[in-house]
């Protein structure tokens, strides 16, 4: 058997990241024409990162922002994408490490440690990058559902008082991202797609 060489386990892992095309989302895209996927999500939180990079707070580094964006998503391909709330908050988290072990590991194993690292620095969220990345995280789908010209497809049972409880943690420290989370959610109210 010939031995795999290194080009072979980026190939693998990439063909694997592929997958993410075909993990389905909860919120539709901006025009409520279907699902959004997983791939498009992490494709426009890399643009956010790029685009809202003032609103990171001073010596953010925003390529590492980008870096963590685009693998953290990558453990969906096994573990699906999910609300997380408190009552399946452990379960998730299971089910996500078990898939960055097993999808990460595909990869060369310096490539396999840098990503891994990337996806648990994200998830512990101890750095400006790994705050400033779940920010943009929690507010994308709010901008797609409820931003300005979203379709008035009504979103139940969640209400904006669930919404605005369960992102503030991860918008209240960004101001400007806070007011306009608030925002989207007063205006979705008032339009009727979201009830109080």
Known sequence: MEPTTRLDRHLGFLLTADRLKRVERSNRL??????????????????????????????????????????????????????????????????????????FALLPDDQHRRFHALWTEYEARTTAEARFARALDSLHPMLLVWGPGASDEVHVPVTAAFMREHKRAA????????????????GAVARGVLAP
Request: glycine fraction near 4%; charge should be negative; aromatic fraction near 6%.
């Open 30 to 103: 901006h025009d409520g024409s279907r699902f959004e996927n997983s791939a498009e999500h992490s494709w426009h939180l890399c643009l956010m990162a790029l685009t809202l990079a003032e609103h990171a707070p001073p010596g953010t580094d925003i390529g590492r922002v980008v870096e963590m964006l685009i693998v953290h998503d990558v453990v969906e391909i096994d573990a699906g994408d999910h609300w997380v709330v408190a009552e399946n908050a452990a379960a998730v988290a299971a089910k996500e490490a078990a898939a960055a072990e097993r999808l």
């Open 171 to 186: 918008l209240e420290p960004y101001p400007a991202l806070w007011v306009l989370a608030q925002s989207l959610l007063d």
